[in-house]
């Protein structure tokens, strides 16, 4: 049994690091923890489908048409950003080559020279100015890469990401350069769709209240209860994030700056990417050109698997064992295909044979006949009993 090496094309996010799954060839990249991504479309579609079922037929019928028609345009909206957000490339850098990598060591190495033993080696960083005012870049020893500013290494997805903001379990991905408008829009759209259910859910209440009291209306439509519970508590939490965000914006700042402190620490260190002007910074976060994925996860790349070649016999026939399959192998490896003076005797009929075998059939001939043996006196016993009678 031997080992042949096939090559095959394969996609390129079958074979990228990190801790991330794809689904749908390769267009959708989550991470991998996913439970509470489930359990946020989970509140949004059971909240939203009580809503629609006992508060909108009353309420489009005593009130407005348009209360139903809004929520169902106001939700569509947020399950669009929602899945925009955790279904695309946050904005991943690919890691460094291993030629890369070697080559970055060697550089820095050089640059910082030999070490003595016993002391720690300087960081890896590299100085860029920007907007007059230096800027550190890191180098990650996962990547092998020195990551470009405001890029940042996700510990859950093990990837680096560019402008990275966070890593929201509630979306299942990184936030950062190539998905974050979309993620502040989920939210905000998020906040106003909490606050007109959550509204619309108390009108509801009081309305039919008027005509059958509190407790006979809480007992004919219990779902509302229920929403009133899931908005009310939803509501501090969604709306105070896209506040938060919404400050950041105006900064243009992200939240790993923030914890961090990066603009706001001891040297007072002013932001260089802020334009001063709250208007130009949601702009240019908001409104900003779209950027390309730099991961190309849906090319092709080929790879050489190794498969087991097995040797196969036809049906009814007797398998040939290892052994003896070997040995012929090895006598049809060793044997010469002419006869010389150094091909000893007994090998040249085996020699002959095997040639007559190998023939085609056109250059076959009909065998010589063969002529009938001479019979040898010993070998008639009737022929030595006459010789015998005529002496």
Not at 105 to 131: D, F, L, S, T
Not at 171 to 187: A, E, S
Not at 248 to 270: F, M, P, Y
Not at 304 to 314: G, K, L, R, T, Y
């Amino acid at each position: 049994m031997s080992a042949v090496m096939i090559t095959r094309k394969v996609r390129k996010w079958e074979k990228l690091p990190g801790k991330n799954t794809f689904c749908c060839d390769g267009r959708v990249m989550m991470a991998r923890q996913k439970g509470v991504f489930y359990l946020t479309l989970f509140l949004i579609v059971g909240t939203c489908a009580l809503f629609f079922a006992f508060e909108c037929p009353y309420l489009a019928v005593h009130l407005s048409p348009t209360i139903p028609v809004f929520a169902v345009v106001l939700f569509l909206f947020v399950m669009a950003m929602l899945l925009r957000t955790s279904f695309s490339d946050p904005g991943v850098l690919p890691r460094a080559l291993p030629e890369e990598a070697t080559f970055i060591e060697m550089e820095i190495e050089a640059a910082n020279g030999n070490v003595p033993a016993g002391q720690r080696p300087p960081p890896r960083i590299r100085n860029v100015q920007i907007n007059n005012q230096i800027v550190k870049l890191k180098y990650c020893y996962t990547c092998k890469i020195f990551r470009p500013p405001r890029a940042s290494h996700c510990s859950i997805c093990d990837n680096c990401v560019d402008r990275f903001d966070h890593h929201c379990p509630w979306v299942g991905n990184c936030v950062g350069k190539r998905n974050y408008r979309y993620f502040y829009l989920f939210t905000m759209s998020l906040s106003l769709l909490t606050i007109y259910i959550f509204t619309f859910d108390i009108v509801h209440v009081v309305m039919r209240s008027v005509d059958k009291g509190f407790l006979n209306t809480l007992k004919e439509t219990p779902g509302t209860v229920l929403e009133v519970l899931v908005c009310f508590f939803t509501l501090w939490s969604v709306v105070g994030l896209t506040g938060f965000h919404t400050y950041l914006i105006s900064l243009n700042q992200t939240t790993n700056e923030d914890i961090k402190g990066s603009w706001s620490g001891k040297n007072r260190v002013q932001n260089p990417y802020s334009h001063k002007n709250f208007i130009k910074n949601c702009c240019e976060v908001l409104c900003g050109p779209t950027y390309p994925s730099v991961l190309d996860r849906r090319g092709l790349m080929q790879e050489d698997s190794p498969v087991s070649a097995e040797p196969s016999f036809s049906s009814g026939s007797n398998p040939v064992p290892q052994t003896t399959h070997a040995i012929i192998c090895l006598q049809k490896t060793t044997a010469p295909l002419i006869p010389n003076e150094h091909t000893p005797d007994d090998a040249k009929p085996s020699i002959a044979a095997s040639a007559e075998k190998n023939a085609s059939p056109k250059e076959e001939k009909p065998p010589a006949p063969k002529a009938p043996p001479l019979a040898s006196p010993e070998a008639d016993p009737e022929a030595s009993l006459a010789k015998d009678k005529t002496h």
